[in-house]
């Protein structure tokens, strides 16, 4: 129900922008995220924005980089990723929350997640 993609490989410094499809307009109304995790690390926020888009959230790593956006008339989310660094090599997995008009933080609050698209930033 969630189809993420727009990763791929970018030299450090470069930017991609991830996008994330949902298939249901009821997503329309469902707050959203950006996480991503690495082998042997647990999956971590990386920004999430609320179903109007007025309110969002960004983890510090990312913060002045990265920008989360979304289209709900096309039902879409996006996370423009700018100066990207190799820490930032990782699957990026967009996920929705119902609980839409607060921004979500917490991996256990969101109730779909998309298959993840692989971001590989080299040095």
């Known amino acids: 129900q969630l189809q993420a993609s727009g990763g791929g490989l970018v030299q450090a410094g470069g930017s991609l922008n991830v996008s994330c499809a949902a298939s249901d307009r009821t997503f329309g109304s469902y707050g959203m995220g950006w996480f991503r995790q690495t082998p042997g690390k647990e999956r971590e926020i990386v920004a999430a924005?609320?179903?109007?888009?007025?309110?969002?959230y960004y983890a510090d790593s990312v913060k002045g980089r990265f920008t989360i956006s979304r289209d709900n008339a096309k039902i879409t989310v996006y996370l423009q990723m700018n100066s990207l660094e190799p820490e930032d090599t990782a699957v990026y997995y967009c996920?929705?929350?119902?609980?839409?008009?607060?921004?979500?933080?917490?991996?256990?609050?969101?109730?779909?997640w998309g298959q993840g698209t692989l971001v590989t930033v080299s040095s």
């Open positions: 924005i609320n179903w109007s888009g007025d309110s969002t």
């Open positions: 996920a929705a929350a119902n609980r839409g008009l607060r921004v979500e933080v917490q991996t256990g609050k969101y109730d779909y």
